[in-house]
């Protein structure tokens, strides 16, 4: 078998992955939606707040979101995409960003992830569309949007904080903070396994073998 890494099919995937992105930050869902597949039976989307097919995600996404910018996809910049026939995978670093206040004090979130994603060409002259997203985290950090000196105490650790891996606990707090209850069987970067389990999955898929889901 041979995957082609060079053509035409490697920009307008790594274009559709970055769209996609923007067009979730910036609230505009049908053309998000767009950049999945039809057949929303066929999509699977797996982030820290939600498991499952993109219709709920975006649904679920449109509720949290109200219409304004603030969790920010940035330094998202496909590094691996492969093709092979109308099957693709990508593999991506991400630099996720947003704002959030507690207990009266500003601070910006930092989360470190990698992201894959399946992709299928809907017919052979057709356009790419993307089958699934998956994020497996890095490492994160919570810092005051301002560095001077607050009358408020300082953020402690709580021991359900601890339950989470260091991978994303600084996320899992602010998500906390907003009312969602992430996983904290994620995978991330201390949990090898897991990950490669995804892109496993992946080039699989890309060889025929798997389908998606």
């Excluded at 082609?4 to 970055?18: H, Q, R, T, V, Y």
């Excluded at 704002?99 to 930092?110: D, F, H, K, Q, S």
Aim: aromatic fraction near 8%; glycine fraction near 6%; proline fraction near 5%.
């Amino acid at each position: 078998m041979r995957m082609e890494n060079e053509g035409s099919d490697i920009p307008e995937i790594a274009n559709l992955l970055k769209r996609e992105r923007y067009y979730r930050d910036t609230a505009q869902w049908d053309l998000c939606r767009a950049a999945f597949h039809p057949d929303g039976s066929k999509t699977y989307v797996n982030v820290a707040w939600y498991e499952g097919d993109v219709e709920v995600f975006l649904h679920k996404s449109a509720i949290m979101h109200k219409s304004k910018v603030n969790i920010i996809h940035s330094s998202f910049d496909p590094v691996d995409i492969r093709v092979h026939g109308r099957r693709a995978i990508s593999e991506a670093f991400c630099l996720v960003t947003s704002g959030v206040t507690i207990g009266g004090v500003e601070y910006e979130l930092a989360s470190h992830m990698r992201l894959a994603s399946r992709l299928e060409k809907i017919t052979d002259n057709g356009p790419w569309r993307m089958l699934s997203l998956e994020s497996t985290y890095v490492r994160d950090r919570l810092v005051t949007a301002f560095p001077g000196p607050t009358t408020n105490p300082p953020l402690v650790m709580s021991s359900e904080m601890l339950e989470y891996p260091k991978g994303y606990r600084h996320l899992a707090m602010v998500m906390l903070t907003r009312g969602l209850k992430p996983r904290t069987d994620l995978p991330h970067e201390d949990d090898q396994e897991g990950i490669q389990r995804i892109f496993d999955r992946n080039r699989a898929f890309l060889e025929g073998y798997h389908s998606c889901g």
